[in-house]
């Protein structure tokens, strides 16, 4: 497995979602180390029922997860869908081979280059003096575990002020400067006025970046 040719995976995430439910046992991989990483192509709809039969063939596997609200039966709800759709991650130790991949139920096939090879993931090469890189699927994982794919929740838009409330600019340019709120704005954003130079500036900045004076204090 170490001749075969390295290949990029580039794929636009949640470019399909559809009703199913969560997925049995979605526990993620311990580790992405010691395994050759490959692409498994499922049949439509069938990641959740593909990764149960490679697991049961003894294979490891990662198929990361986005979470949207979806719409159904005037209801709304919270559903779990494949980040990829009809795609599976699949790790092969050194002693392994696909043999034990035919036949499971779901699967396509695999992800090929260009000589019809199976394009595994490249895995980082170590540098000397250096600190190993993660793997790009543990960098995938972080990403999923942070909640990055998760849509349901509700973002951060910070503290709410009120029209002439006086604060403090925490970060940039004009980190400690004090300013005057003009108004709130969508997506978590303040409208405030600086004195910059003797000249009354308005700018707009993410409420995260402003502190009460009482709290900075």
């Known amino acids: 497995m170490s001749n075969l040719p390295r290949f990029a995976l580039s794929a636009s995430p949640g470019q399909a979602h559809y009703f199913t439910a969560p997925i049995l046992n979605h526990e993620p991989p311990e580790t992405f180390e010691g ?3 490959f692409v ?3 049949n439509p709809k069938c990641e959740r029922r593909a990764q149960l039969g490679l697991r049961r063939a003894g294979y490891q596997t990662y198929l990361p997860q986005t979470k949207r609200w979806v719409v159904h039966a005037r209801k709304k709800e919270e559903r ?4 990829f759709p009809r795609y599976i991650f699949i790790g092969l130790r050194s002693d392994q081979d696909f043999f034990k ?4 139920d779901g699967v396509e096939g695999l992800v090929r280059d260009g000589y019809g090879i199976p394009a595994r993931i490249p895995a980082p090469e170590p540098r000397e003096g250096e600190e190993t890189r993660p793997h790009p699927l543990a960098r995938l994982l972080e990403r999923e575990l942070a909640g990055e794919f998760d849509f349901t929740r509700l973002p951060d838009v910070g503290p709410q002020y009120e029209p002439g409330e006086v604060v403090r ?8 400067l004090q300013a005057q709120v003009v108004s709130m704005l969508s997506k978590g954003r303040v409208e405030v006025v600086l004195d910059i130079m ?9 409420a995260t970046e402003l502190q009460r004076l009482e709290a900075a204090e």
């Not at 779990?80 to 980040?83: G, Q, Y």
């Not at 991949?101 to 499971?104: A, I, P, T």
């Not at 009354?200 to 993410?206: C, E, F, L, P």
């Open 35 to 37: 395994f050759t990483w």
């Open 101 to 104: 991949m035919r036949g499971v």
């Open 80 to 83: 779990e869908s494949p980040l």
């Open 169 to 176: 600019l925490t970060v940039g340019a004009f980190a400690d």
């Open 198 to 206: 003797g000249r009354a500036s308005k700018v707009k900045i993410k």
């Open 40 to 42: 498994v192509v499922c």
